[in-house]
């Protein structure tokens, strides 16, 4: 018992590094994620100096006329909805990969795993190929028909995993791969029926991912539905902790863990098809962010989530950026970007954790 | 507090693995449930701590059913050690000990002082204090065990529910958990393969077979050589202890039961 005032001190440090350093790495976040968002609208076809970004989006933001001409119109029309809706759709997808891998209790999940996004892509592949809409490409009609497509693919993984009341994991990840697949069958189909090579570019621009869509109006209902998905997750945040170890741990830690996974199922499959709906299936994100965020704060979903939705942000800003920046002509689909970045960074950094541990 | 299990019935598709068993715990008494694999002794336990609904029957917390408490007031009362292991996240030992508190707090609420000293208190009870900051993936097996024996007590319930906490422990290592055990005084439901063990630290034992309790009653009672030969299925002595005087059962490693009883 002598060395009880060592051990007090000693543990009062270390709980205070934890804490102090993902602090420190939200502080950094914060500041890189608004440094990205300002040069996102700076850089394009045409330059736009930072200095006259911010005194253009003031303007509009403290209600002065804004002086009318093109960089106006770039950079409050076209670049600043684009740059916010990168950020929240990174968000997004940084938020529920955190949440679908302590879902299904795998680190290898990611938002797409539960077929939501394959239901996405088949409904906004109909939309362009079948001409049911008469939107333009990714307009209004196509985030419908995906949308539709990522509720018609939830509700038959709803159906076909439920056993009881409950969903096991297992169940989960089986249905969800299984109907993914058959979905990217038909997807598949109705591409190779069109010999329109229009549509088909449309289509492939489309599956890899893209945040060409961006205006204000398609902001705001990802924004808001982020927003609300990160309270309700955040909410759950010690519950998601103690699925970590296990249902019965859960359990006798007074979790309702059957209303648990069904609570994450909505919420995360929600989310997913509002942000498939805007942007494509964004590949890696979803599951890159999550396993580097650990790495660096641990795997306390109290810090987790708010992290993940952060890095995610700043992730798909400058991704973006350089999508719209590597070629000359023409725009890379960002969907191309994440993978070419993500699969990589991904290897190096569980490579070094294998070597440490 | 007392808790008390009756005539608890739980089956799984149709078929009922535990039929009509009743187990009581005084406060402060110690209480293991031992049988041969499959006799439904971590069943009970399951629906002590509703992992499992009972399909007929009650599990009484104090004269009130655990199944009309809200979830988190029970788990003030209740903490479970089960068996299962988890994948391996990447959680720290004192976050994961961290978790004990998840039934006292609030949606958004972090741990505050006194969390933590609950937790510093735990891990220092499991002889872990000095390991709070590593991850809880680097631990031996018998280490994780103790964090997780120490996020239990971190519950800070009136009731422990041990699913063989002794599993993959070596010798010492066993023996200083069930000597905290011991000395937590705590009412505790128990399983337990070593029937040498259960004889030391129980106060009372209920022997299951099959998913009914066909012995109950003080160690020195219960184990006898005719019920260790008829439900385990064992040729043993039970003699004792030379240095604690509990029952001490020398098995006959040589020779199951029914050839014994045969020649």
């Given at each position: 018992?002598?060395?009880?005032?060592?051990?007090?001190?000693?543990?009062?440090?270390?709980?205070?590094?934890?804490?102090?350093?993902?602090?420190?790495?939200?502080?950094?976040?914060?500041?890189?994620?608004?440094?990205?968002?300002?040069?996102?609208?700076?850089?394009?076809?045409?330059?736009?100096?930072?200095?006259?970004?911010?005194?253009?989006?003031?303007?509009?933001?403290?209600?002065?006329?804004?002086?009318?001409?093109?960089?106006?119109?770039?950079?409050?029309?076209?670049?600043?909805?684009?740059?916010?809706?990168?950020?929240?759709?990174?968000?997004?997808?940084?938020?529920?990969?955190?949440?679908?891998?302590?879902?299904?209790?795998?680190?290898?999940?990611?938002?797409?795993?539960?077929?939501?996004?394959?239901?996405?892509?088949?409904?906004?592949?109909?939309?362009?190929?079948?001409?049911?809409?008469?939107?333009?490409?990714?307009?209004?009609?196509?985030?419908?028909?995906?949308?539709?497509?990522?509720?018609?693919?939830?509700?038959?993984?709803?159906?076909?995993?439920?056993?009881?009341?409950?969903?096991?994991?297992?169940?989960?990840?089986?249905?969800?791969?299984?109907?993914?697949?058959?979905?990217?069958?038909?997807?598949?189909?109705?591409?190779?029926?069109?010999?329109?090579?229009?549509?088909?570019?449309?289509?492939?621009?489309?599956?890899?991912?893209?945040?060409?869509?961006?205006?204000?109006?398609?902001?705001?209902?990802?924004?808001?539905?982020?927003?609300?998905?990160?309270?309700?997750?955040?909410?759950?945040?010690?519950?998601?902790?103690?699925?970590?170890?296990?249902?019965?741990?859960?359990?006798?830690?007074?979790?309702?863990?059957?209303?648990?996974?069904?609570?994450?199922?909505?919420?995360?499959?929600?989310?997913?098809?509002?942000?498939?709906?805007?942007?494509?299936?964004?590949?890696?994100?979803?599951?890159?962010?999550?396993?580097?965020?650990?790495?660096?704060?641990?795997?306390?979903?109290?810090?987790?989530?708010?992290?993940?939705?952060?890095?995610?942000?700043?992730?798909?800003?400058?991704?973006?950026?350089?999508?719209?920046?590597?070629?000359?002509?023409?725009?890379?689909?960002?969907?191309?970007?994440?993978a070419l970045i993500g699969a990589p960074t991904l290897l190096y950094l569980l490579d070094r954790r294998l070597e440490r541990s | 507090m007392r808790i008390a299990v009756e005539d608890l019935v739980v089956s799984f598709s149709g078929r009922a693995v535990v039929c009509g068993v009743d187990v009581v715990a005084e406060p402060g008494e110690i209480v293991g449930l031992v049988g041969p694999n499959g006799s439904g002794k971590t069943t009970v336990l399951r629906t002590i701590y509703r992992h499992l609904r009972p399909a007929a029957g009650r599990v009484l917390l104090d004269g009130r059913d655990i199944r009309k408490l809200n979830p988190s007031r029970a788990a003030r009362h209740v903490a479970a050690l089960p068996q299962e292991r988890g994948t391996d996240f990447e959680l720290s030992v004192r976050e994961v000990v961290a978790m004990g508190r998840t039934p006292y707090k609030r949606a958004f609420s972090g741990d505050d002082t006194s969390d933590r000293d609950i937790i510093a208190t735990a891990l220092e009870q499991v002889g872990m204090v000095d390991h709070g900051g590593r991850p809880f993936s680097a631990l031996s097996g018998g280490e994780r065990q103790r964090v997780l024996l120490a996020r239990a007590l971190a519950q800070q319930p009136d009731v422990l529910v041990l699913d063989e906490p002794t599993n993959h422990l070596d010798m010492r290592h066993q023996i200083e958990l069930l000597a905290l055990l011991r000395a937590q005084r705590r009412t505790t439901v128990i399983t337990l393969h070593d029937l040498n063990a259960a004889a030391s630290l129980c106060d009372r034992l209920h022997v299951l077979r099959d998913g009914v309790v066909v012995a109950s009653g003080a160690p020195r009672v219960v184990l006898t050589v005719d019920l260790l030969a008829e439900v385990f299925g064992v040729h043993a002595a039970v003699v004792e202890h030379p240095l604690t005087g509990d029952p001490l059962i020398a098995f006959d490693h040589n020779t199951p039961a029914e050839s014994a009883t045969i020649s």
């Amino acid at each position: 018992m002598s060395s009880t005032p060592t051990t007090a001190v000693r543990r009062e440090h270390s709980t205070v590094v934890v804490g102090a350093r993902s602090t420190v790495v939200a502080l950094l976040l914060t500041v890189a994620l608004l440094v990205g968002l300002v040069l996102g609208v700076s850089v394009g076809s045409t330059f736009v100096p930072p200095g006259q970004v911010w005194s253009i989006v003031a303007g509009h933001l403290l209600g002065r006329a804004p002086a009318p001409g093109t960089p106006d119109l770039i950079v409050w029309q076209l670049r600043v909805p684009r740059a916010l809706l990168a950020a929240v759709v990174g968000a997004g997808l940084g938020l529920v990969g955190s949440a679908v891998q302590a879902l299904v209790r795998n680190p290898l999940a990611d938002p797409y795993l539960l077929g939501v996004s394959s239901g996405a892509s088949l409904g906004a592949v109909a939309v362009i190929v079948l001409g049911a809409g008469t939107g333009g490409l990714l307009g209004l009609g196509l985030s419908t028909g995906a949308f539709l497509g990522a509720l018609g693919a939830f509700a038959l993984v709803w159906a076909l995993a439920r056993r009881g009341n409950g969903f096991s994991p297992l169940r989960l990840v089986l249905t969800g791969v299984g109907i993914g697949q058959f979905l990217a069958g038909l997807t598949s189909y109705l591409v190779l029926r069109t010999s329109d090579e229009q549509q088909t570019r449309g289509v492939l621009f489309w599956l890899m991912g893209s945040l060409n869509g961006a205006q204000w109006s398609v902001v705001v209902l990802p924004a808001v539905a982020v927003v609300l998905g990160f309270v309700v997750l955040q909410a759950r945040a010690r519950a998601l902790n103690a699925l970590l170890v296990g249902d019965e741990t859960a359990a006798g830690l007074g979790v309702d863990v059957t209303r648990l996974r069904r609570e994450l199922l909505v919420v995360t499959s929600v989310l997913t098809g509002v942000l498939v709906a805007v942007s494509g299936a964004i590949g890696f994100v979803g599951l890159m962010v999550p396993h580097v965020c650990r790495l660096v704060v641990g795997g306390d979903h109290r810090r987790l989530l708010p992290i993940s939705a952060l890095a995610g942000a700043v992730l798909l800003v400058v991704v973006d950026i350089l999508a719209r920046i590597a070629l000359d002509q023409q725009e890379v689909p960002i969907g191309v970007v994440t993978a070419l970045i993500g699969a990589p960074t991904l290897l190096y950094l569980l490579d070094r954790r294998l070597e440490r541990s | 507090m007392r808790i008390a299990v009756e005539d608890l019935v739980v089956s799984f598709s149709g078929r009922a693995v535990v039929c009509g068993v009743d187990v009581v715990a005084e406060p402060g008494e110690i209480v293991g449930l031992v049988g041969p694999n499959g006799s439904g002794k971590t069943t009970v336990l399951r629906t002590i701590y509703r992992h499992l609904r009972p399909a007929a029957g009650r599990v009484l917390l104090d004269g009130r059913d655990i199944r009309k408490l809200n979830p988190s007031r029970a788990a003030r009362h209740v903490a479970a050690l089960p068996q299962e292991r988890g994948t391996d996240f990447e959680l720290s030992v004192r976050e994961v000990v961290a978790m004990g508190r998840t039934p006292y707090k609030r949606a958004f609420s972090g741990d505050d002082t006194s969390d933590r000293d609950i937790i510093a208190t735990a891990l220092e009870q499991v002889g872990m204090v000095d390991h709070g900051g590593r991850p809880f993936s680097a631990l031996s097996g018998g280490e994780r065990q103790r964090v997780l024996l120490a996020r239990a007590l971190a519950q800070q319930p009136d009731v422990l529910v041990l699913d063989e906490p002794t599993n993959h422990l070596d010798m010492r290592h066993q023996i200083e958990l069930l000597a905290l055990l011991r000395a937590q005084r705590r009412t505790t439901v128990i399983t337990l393969h070593d029937l040498n063990a259960a004889a030391s630290l129980c106060d009372r034992l209920h022997v299951l077979r099959d998913g009914v309790v066909v012995a109950s009653g003080a160690p020195r009672v219960v184990l006898t050589v005719d019920l260790l030969a008829e439900v385990f299925g064992v040729h043993a002595a039970v003699v004792e202890h030379p240095l604690t005087g509990d029952p001490l059962i020398a098995f006959d490693h040589n020779t199951p039961a029914e050839s014994a009883t045969i020649s």
